[in-house]
């Protein structure tokens, strides 16, 4: 990302897509087409209004490393499940772990109190933000983070809300299940009629049972295996997504498509399927490898974001004397203001 942005889902290391455009979480293909061609209209050099040729550029690079980037992934039919996916991942994780999730914005705080009316609420307090989004492009990714912490607080109580509809749902199998139980037996007493017998259904010789699920993966998964070495990642994961629709928990299949992953640097993806990989069968060697090959990413990116932390405070210690209370490109997201 060209522009830092440290709040919301940005925070843990997603690119809130929904949030760069100023549409909701749920928005559909229309709703998105039409917010990205309103924002790059105004933002396009050819169609900018702002008289100041800074300002100008500074459109240009919003729209050429954030906007457009952002409409990619969500008009493309394959990024976008994808990064549904992620959102389903991470709402989850944020729903059982609410009470650890500190929100810094009055916005997101606001739709946290509002209780059951949460739905209605988030998109009215997404418009208030996603109207003066673009207005100051000097505060434009203020705004993208306010709107990312208010997805985020959206995502954490869709998820919430499952998991305690599907605790009242298991309470309630019980009693549901007892009454059933209790009902032929009532029938019974007061119906003299003779149960009616089934049709017992012929056996067809010219029809085989299908293979096991297993089996008919493994197609998939040689095709995909002969693409990786082609480097055509692209058709791999093609591939091993309709190998997932027959087999869901085919360990073998997660394991590829984290390792495929790994090489697209992405790394939520890549964990999500390791993550499936291991809890359907952590014995299969695909999955010890994927494993170390993240782990040895992850390490590898540390170091360099420590190299980066040592040169960048080389870097303020030469320049701390020369413009005193200066916080960096936008001052910061929250709280600072520019000079």
């Known amino acids: 990302m060209a522009f830092d942005i440290k709040h919301g889902l940005f925070k843990l290391n997603i690119t809130d897509h929904h949030a760069i455009l100023g549409v909701a979480i749920d928005a559909d293909p229309k709703q998105i087409r039409l917010k990205y061609l309103k924002t790059a209209h105004k933002l396009h050099p050819d169609t900018c209004r702002n008289p100041d040729a800074a300002g100008k550029k500074l459109a240009s690079k919003l729209l050429s490393r954030m906007i457009n980037p952002a409409y990619e992934q969500l008009s493309r039919k394959t990024s976008y499940l994808e990064h549904q996916l992620v959102l389903t991942q991470i709402g989850k994780r944020l729903a059982e772990n609410s009470d650890r999730i500190n929100l810094s914005t009055e916005f997101a705080k606001q739709l946290l109190d509002s209780g059951d009316k949460f739905e209605l609420l988030y998109p009215k307090l997404l418009k208030s933000l996603a109207q003066e989004q673009y207005k100051s492009l000097e505060s434009a990714t203020d705004k993208i983070a306010l709107i990312s912490e208010l997805n985020l607080a959206y995502l954490m109580l869709q998820h919430r809300k499952g998991i305690n509809r599907g605790d009242s749902i298991t309470q309630a199998q019980p009693s549901a299940a007892k009454s059933q139980t209790q009902a032929p037996a009532s029938a019974s007493s007061t119906s003299q009629t003779k149960p009616v017998k089934k049709p017992q259904a012929t056996p067809n010789p010219t029809n085989s049972e299908p293979p096991d699920p297993k089996v008919r993966v493994a197609s998939y998964i040689r095709r995909a295996k002969k693409y990786m070495e082609q480097k055509n990642l692209v058709r791999a994961i093609a591939e ?3 190998g997932l629709k027959i087999d869901p928990n085919n360990s073998t299949v997660h394991a590829l498509l984290s390792k495929i992953y790994l090489r697209q640097q992405q790394l939520t993806m890549a964990k999500i399927h390791l993550k499936k990989a291991e809890q359907a069968n952590s014995k299969d060697p695909l999955v ?16 360099d974001n420590a190299r980066k932390g040592k040169s960048s405070g080389r870097k303020s210690s030469k320049t701390s004397g020369n413009k005193p209370g200066n916080s960096g490109f936008l001052g910061g997201l929250f709280g600072s203001k520019n000079k």
Request: aromatic share 0%; net charge positive.
């Open 240 to 242: 091993l997504k309709d």
């Open 288 to 303: 010890g490898e994927s494993k170390k090959e993240l782990d040895k990413m992850l390490k590898q990116k540390e170091r």
